[in-house]
């Protein structure tokens, strides 16, 4: 729909602002949280959420899991959006959006062949990895669109591993409905290509582990 | 310290009297019944606040009369005289006879008084305060007090501390003048970047807690009012993050893959409830403030989110579309056992629990509207309140607080819980949203 739709997601959305924000804030973690350890075979993540089946009222209640937090060396894939704009503009395309249908995290016809002839380029192009920015319109209330954005993004990346591409290159983040939009422009998921730095195969890692808070104050 | 006083030459000895006789008496009413009604039907107390007496330098705007009338009417409880001049009027024959016309108030339809002194010390920026709150009717005071170590900069959350003890002497409510609501201030157009800010409970006071161009969202207040959570991108993912309010130091409390938002803070198991995707579905997890131990709480192919811990820590009630759309679910933690609370609509989020426990405000969406509801936690009474979304609550289950696109941007609102007494409280220039209500404030003195 909008040629350099990705540079206007950039304006609107705010990953350009993210991006401007982390450089600029005072005492933002980031540099020091970005390690370049070797990357653990990334996470298999379950498929994308299909439609809820027919009401449940009451489902039985699961057995609590067990913490997994507090295990040294928590850390998650850098977004690839990290690189910032030069390896963007490397990338040499822009991808149009995926569109969702309302308050659906399904892929419908028209973004499951966009995304296929996206597969395909990116099959071709092995060197660029992924940002997917998962949408809600502003018809939803804040915290659910954060949500059903994430449920989209994971939908898209879900697709593109099905169809050959390493998980391991995609990133999918929520941004809820912030400058989302309303109607169908709001319910999209935005990709945005990123050229791989020369030597490496996969983002790096960055911690994901928690910091020791200061003490509380009474 | 604050200290109840002995009334001086000024109100006469019959008044001192009576004010002893106050200070012997129980110091808390018992709360109004207000029960939940029509708006119109509520009588609202009328209470007038002369302007307070400077014994020394003046503050600009007779500001301890302004911002003690306000908070009495944003409480929902109080409004003045109908008619200001008639106020003025008796309030001046007050002075040229030095004592109280309590039958002319009365008669001007004021049935409390609220009359005050105070003293800058111009070296030491200290200010005192002296309040006396009066019976109209019975002709008797009500409350005499003495406030002190304040400095000149907090007159205003003097005037707030003020505003709470004459709530809670003729209410029995506590007053929530002195505390403050954090929102999300959206401060370039479309979503580029939003800001943590806080506003004190009537609007006043606007500040912000994180920089210009970071992008966060869902904020809560965490451990005894002193710290804030919320989410950031700041590095590039919506993660969880901490802030001491004193010194705005940060640490990071989730950051994992995913969402890691709508943080709630449990005061009594000392752990915070949020939503993560880290798994690939939004679910709802429990851990502490640093981050540790964290424990996964529901587990199953729908979005599970929007968790908000009961007063006591027992329960969480908390959204999942589980249905196929939003509903408020219960949830009995120690047990994990389930239940469904919202039946009606199809689609009802955001729940919040009022902190007396008595209550769960939400927001329904509806004809593409969002209109703010309550319910009893076992489901009965459900009730609309207004036009609006994100409901929270003001610490004494009496207010909320919510946010509106109702005119032309999307401001932040209160209403009183019988859904009287609408106040706008924000106005920025792009909107605001996610409010959520201060816990009681510590007294500063």
């Known amino acids: 729909m909008i040629r350099g739709g990705a540079i206007q997601w950039l304006a609107a959305a705010g990953s350009l602002g993210v991006l401007l924000a982390a450089a600029l804030t005072p005492g933002c973690q980031r540099g020091a949280a970005v390690t370049e350890r070797a990357a653990p075979p990334p996470a298999r993540r379950p498929a994308a959420r299909p439609q809820p089946p027919a009401p449940t009222p009451t489902p039985a209640p699961p057995a609590a899991e067990a913490a997994p937090a507090g295990e040294s060396g928590l850390t998650r894939p850098a977004n690839p959006a990290a690189l910032g704009e030069g390896a963007r503009m490397l990338v040499g395309r822009t991808f149009e959006p995926v569109y969702f249908d309302e308050a659906s995290a399904e892929l419908n016809g028209a973004a499951r062949r966009r995304l296929t002839e996206y597969a395909r380029w990116l099959g071709e192009n092995n060197r660029v990895w992924l940002t997917l920015m998962g949408h809600a319109d502003t018809a939803h209330g804040l915290d659910f669109g954060y949500n059903l954005a994430m449920a989209r993004a994971l939908a898209v990346e879900d697709f593109l591993v099905g169809h050959g591409l390493a998980r391991r290159r995609l990133y999918p983040i929520s941004f809820g409905a912030a400058g989302a939009g309303s109607g169908e422009l709001g319910n999209r998921v935005e990709l945005m290509g990123f050229m791989a730095p020369a030597g490496r195969d996969e983002p790096a890692e960055v911690s994901a582990e928690p910091q020791s808070p200061p003490e509380s104050e009474p | ?445």
């Open chain 2, 1 to 445: 310290m604050s200290r109840l006083f002995m009334p001086i030459s000024r109100q006469g000895m019959l008044l001192a009297c009576l004010l002893v006789l106050a200070t012997i008496a129980p110091a808390t009413a018992q709360p109004i019944d207000i029960g939940i009604v029509s708006a119109p039907t509520r009588e609202l107390i009328t209470i007038a606040v002369t302007p307070f007496e400077a014994r020394g330098a003046r503050l600009n705007e007779e500001l301890f009369q302004v911002v003690i009338m306000n908070d009495l009417e944003l409480s929902g409880f109080f409004q003045p005289p109908r008619n200001a001049a008639f106020a003025e009027q008796t309030h001046r024959l007050d002075l040229a006879r030095n004592a109280i016309q309590f039958a002319e108030w009365y008669r001007i339809g004021a049935t409390h008084l609220v009359k005050g002194n105070y003293t800058v010390n111009p070296v030491t920026n200290d200010i005192e305060a002296e309040v006396r709150l009066y019976d109209t009717v019975g002709q008797r005071s009500m409350l005499g007090r003495q406030y002190t170590g304040y400095k000149l900069e907090d007159a205003r959350r003097l005037a707030h501390r003020i505003s709470n003890d004459i709530i809670q002497q003729i209410t029995g409510y506590p007053g929530v003048a002195d505390t403050r609501i954090m929102f999300i201030q959206q401060s370039e157009p479309m979503g580029r970047s939003k800001q943590v800010s806080l506003i004190d409970a009537d609007g006043q006071n606007l500040t912000t807690l994180t920089g210009p161009g970071e992008l966060t969202a869902t904020p809560t207040w965490g451990a005894r009012g002193t710290e804030v959570y919320f989410t950031t991108y700041r590095d590039y993912n919506p993660d969880l993050i901490g802030m001491r309010l004193s010194d705005r130091r940060t640490w990071w409390i989730s950051r994992q893959g995913g969402l890691n938002i709508s943080p709630s803070w449990s005061e009594t198991n000392e752990r915070i409830a949020l939503t993560l995707s880290r798994d690939g579905n939004s679910e709802l997890y429990t851990l502490g403030r640093d981050g540790s131990d964290m424990q996964r709480l529901t587990n199953n192919r729908s979005i599970d989110s929007s968790p908000e811990w009961s007063p006591d820590g027992s329960q969480l009630v908390y959204q999942s579309d589980r249905t196929g759309s939003p509903q408020v679910y219960i949830m009995d933690v120690r047990t994990r056992q389930e239940r469904r609370l919202t039946f009606n609509g199809t689609y009802n989020d955001a729940p919040s629990w009022s902190p007396d426990g008595r209550w769960i405000a939400y927001h329904r969406r509806s004809g593409g509207e969002f209109s703010i509801y309550l319910i009893r936690p076992d489901g009965t009474e459900e009730r609309m309140l207004t036009q609006g979304e994100d409901p929270t609550w003001a610490p004494n289950s009496m207010l909320l607080a919510f946010c509106s696109d109702r005119t032309d941007t999307r401001q932040v609102y209160s209403v009183f819980i019988d859904g009287s007494n609408l106040r706008q409280l924000t106005n920025t220039r792009f909107g605001a949203q996610s409010p959520a209500w201060s816990p009681a404030r510590p007294q500063a003195d």
